[in-house]
T-cell receptor, first 114, second 111 residues
């Protein structure tokens, strides 16, 4: 079936360190999957961080980047230098064409130490 | 622009009781979603609508759960006879394709 697997948390890093949260997907019933990273900051609702709908392309937002790699079925989230305000739960997600139906990973808790 | 609103924000029930959740999507969004998010899990789709029509309710436990969106705007999700396994946060989202906007959720505890 269709599924998303991501780094199990919690992940703890110090401010200004680099970060990578791994995400791999399986899209057996979706011919052209769309890929997303969503984030939930403390006390806030789930919100879209970045999206990529074409294989080989890179998405970026708020200093985060993720590249849609169809060969390795991966969509890892990276940031060169994290800030304490990046502490949140990050969800990798897979959508069907037009992204009307979205499948989420379990989420990765990120704690950034000052 | 107002975001997606949900009520109530919290609910605590005994097993066997009924509960309804209400969602007001962003104006103009034709698609509305209900998700169940158990603790330490990602959101799991229960049902989604385009306008007033149900597009996919294959993951909705139909014997106890029901969802309606009669005028293609607000929506109600109802649990007829709650079980402890229904303890989760229930999220509503709306969108027009490619992006979903989420409400704050209703945290349900079934004792």
């Amino acid at each position: 079936g269709d599924s998303v697997t991501q780094t199990e948390g919690p992940v703890t890093v110090s401010e200004s360190e680099s970060l990578i949260i791994n995400c791999t997907y399986s899209a057996t019933s979706i011919a052209y999957p769309n890929l997303f990273w969503y984030v939930r900051y403390p006390g806030e609702g789930l919100q879209l961080l970045l999206k990529v709908i074409t294989a080989g392309q890179k998405g970026s937002s708020r200093g985060f980047e993720a590249t849609y790699n169809k060969e390795t079925t991966s969509f890892h989230l990276q940031k060169a230098s994290v800030q304490e305000s990046d502490s949140a739960v990050y969800y990798c997600a897979l959508g069907d064409t037009n992204a009307y139906k979205v499948i989420f990973g379990k989420g990765t808790h990120l704690h950034v130490l000052p | 622009e107002a975001g997606v609103t949900q009520s109530p924000r919290y609910a605590v029930l005994q097993e066997g009781q009924a509960v309804s959740f209400w969602c007001d999507p962003i104006s103009g969004h034709d698609t509305l979603y209900w998700y169940q998010q158990p603790r330490d899990q990602g959101p799991q789709l229960l049902v989604y609508f385009r306008d007033e029509a149900v597009i996919d309710n294959s993951q909705l436990p139909s014997d106890r759960f029901s969802a309606v969106r009669p005028k293609g705007t607000n929506s109600t999700l109802k649990i007829q006879s709650a079980k402890q396994g229904d303890t989760a946060t229930y999220l509503c989202a709306s969108g027009t394709g490619y992006e979903q906007y989420f409400g704050p959720g209703t945290r349900l505890t079934v004792l």
